[in-house]
């Protein structure tokens, strides 16, 4: 095997790897969402609600308080966009060839790509246009002013 293609797989492993953390993360945190929601001994006070205190010793104790579900809830919305974030950000590492070409037409094609750059470099540096690869992009006339405007007729005629 190939070094890149060892490359590739350890990528693709590692990807795999970090998705299902991810994927068994958000499960857990959703499931503590769902114990967050119901009333039991220890949550005397079930579901969403966020609570402002602005008393205390001369306003120095105020505050805020928030549920486990809204905590849950932010949890669990910053793992689903590490999620997709990774799965996103994955570039794909095997490339196609597209349809009705083989290896051999693929490198065939290469070649012969190579062969043309080749063809235009010296061709570039006969005409004296050195440093200059492609001579279909490259524009040789003047910009100046004087080339680009008609010249004006005499008034005298």
Do not use: C
Not at 57 to 85: F, T, V
């Amino acid at each position: 095997m190939t070094e890149a293609l060892i490359w590739a797989i350890l990528h693709w492993i590692a990807a795999l790897a970090l998705a299902t953390f991810l994927a068994v993360l958000i499960v857990r945190v959703f499931i503590l969402f769902l114990e967050a929601m119901t009333r039991s001994k220890e949550n005397s006070q079930p579901g969403i609600w966020i609570q402002a205190n602005w008393g205390g010793l001369g306003g120095a104790l105020s505050g805020w308080r928030i549920s486990d579900a809204i905590i849950y809830l932010l949890l669990l919305s910053l793992l689903l966009g590490g999620l997709i974030l990774a799965i996103v950000s994955l570039p794909s590492t095997m490339q196609t060839p597209p349809a009705g070409q083989n290896a051999g037409e693929q490198q065939k094609q290469k070649t012969e790509t190579g062969i043309k750059n080749d063809q235009a470099k010296t061709a570039a540096e006969s005409s004296g246009r050195v440093g200059t690869t492609d001579s279909a992009t490259t524009d040789t006339r003047s910009t100046t002013p004087s080339t680009l405007a008609p010249s004006p007729k005499k008034a005298s005629q």
